[in-house]
């Protein structure tokens, strides 16, 4: 493991990634790693990753994870939870990955928008801009509209206006309500 004490989550991640690239698991980094990578520099102590698999596939690599020496644990939503389950993994070090087997609403084609980015040696997989905007829209706190409207206002590249609206109304309308706002306000 590339972790050597605590506050490394992110190195935890690169190892989780590599294992998840061995599975044949298709995964996005979203959450405060993804807002870093979007323009909204904070601090975090975990790190999370979209996956594009079934709770039953999520409760196989559970035991993968507690094989390769890592504590893990898994979660269900319930049936209005927006996310299916996530499996927790903790190093040694108290470092943290979760891992999401999905979220409601997500566009399937997601996962083709990802963008790759170095890191530590390993090319990590994060989730598009594009995306990143509408979900922050769907999760609607003060922190996820901020890290939305930085997003917005990064001009290295083009942003697709009509893709953007149309993923953020597979979230519902208040996610495309709240897009609207941040677009009048940008």
Known sequence: MKARGPGQSALLLVDVAGMLTKQGIDYAVIGALAAAVHGSM???????????????????????????GVETDLRRGDSDDPIPAILAITDTHGNRVELLSGLRGLDPEAFTRRIRVKFHGAALRFIGREDFIAM??????????????????????????????????RFGRPAADSLEKLLTDS
Not at 146 to 151: F, I, P, V
């Open 42 to 68: 904070r601090a975090t102590t975990d790190a999370d990753a979209l996956l594009a698999i079934t709770i039953s596939r999520l409760a196989k690599l559970k035991k993968v994870f507690r094989d390769a």
């Open 136 to 169: 922050k829209c769907y999760a609607g706190g003060p922190q996820d509209i901020a890290d939305a409207r930085l997003a917005l206002t990064i001009r290295d590249q083009p942003i697709d206006i009509d893709l953007l609206r149309r993923l953020a109304r």
